[in-house]
């Protein structure tokens, strides 16, 4: 009888494709288009499942391979292939956050799955239970890996391309008269001679959320607040797939509905056909209506008419950038 790791492998080489190894331990990505680190364990007594991730996941190290259209995800499997839980890397990155060690438990208590990590409370991942991206077609497939492959110089300058946006969005933050958020492993991040840590807030406000929307949240790459009301959200996406940064706005969409927030994908403008493409998939009918797309020449550009008005005076500055919905 198959291993219930192998039976899975076999399932998801049937979804996406054929896997390739592609990091230490057990992680594997299938067709070009996702990335799994599985785990697997038996249930314990008391309702526990033991789990060690993989130092490649937790530092989000990059391979040799480009970054799957999908995402990379963990894929826990709590005793059977049936049974499997898929964390994006974000999630399990700030999870284990400062743990001392590799290890977790997940506790299953009336239906739900709980992730405890050394440090961090309790965290209810039971909306991941079997929530596997949708395969993407195949010549999609092809055209956002093409769109991700890079040399280590034009890796090196999409970072810098982002650090800049980054730093251009909390600009026009602080202009509109917004405290501006940025992740903590963000924050010690400089651009122009200025440090990101000295013009962004170091702690968010209390949202009323549930932790894992907070969690979420807290991930976003900027954020425009205003007291403890959100105003408007961005994901830069200079170095990742389109459509894991739709799938986190969608993540934050699905677990609060009545959210109002303005979300933004930004991204160059030469993958405009691939933000339209993924936006318009079925996966996202939900998150549509409230996010737009803008594009990095939009932002350069009014930056330098910004940098201009602001030195002449001090009034906020609101509504410069212009967006596209689709």
Known sequence: MKHSTDKFIELMR????????????????????VTFAIGNSKLHAKGHFFFSIQSDLIEAKRTKQPMPALGVYAALICDDEQTVLILPQRLVSEAMRDSPTDRFNLHLRDQQYFLRTTGHPLLDVTEYLNRYPEP????EAIEQTKDAVA??????????????IQWMLIGFGRAAGYSVWVPQSDRNKEFDSGKFSEVTIGDLPNFGFDQSTNQIISNIDVLWLEGNVIHKAFEIESTTSIYSGLL?????????PN???DLHIVAPNRRRDLVRKNILRPTFAKLRPKCSYITFEEIMTKYAMFKDILRKQQAQIRDLLESEKF
């Open 248 to 256: 986190r706005m969608s993540d934050l969409v699905l677990s609060q």
């Open 151 to 164: 040399t280590p110089e034009q890796q090196e300058s999409e970072i810098q391309d982002h650090t800049r």
């Open 259 to 261: 959210i109002n927030i």
């Open 136 to 139: 993407i077609a195949k010549t």
């Open 14 to 33: 049937h979804r996406y494709g054929p896997e390739e190894k592609v990091g230490r331990g057990n992680i594997l990505n299938f067709g070009g288009q």
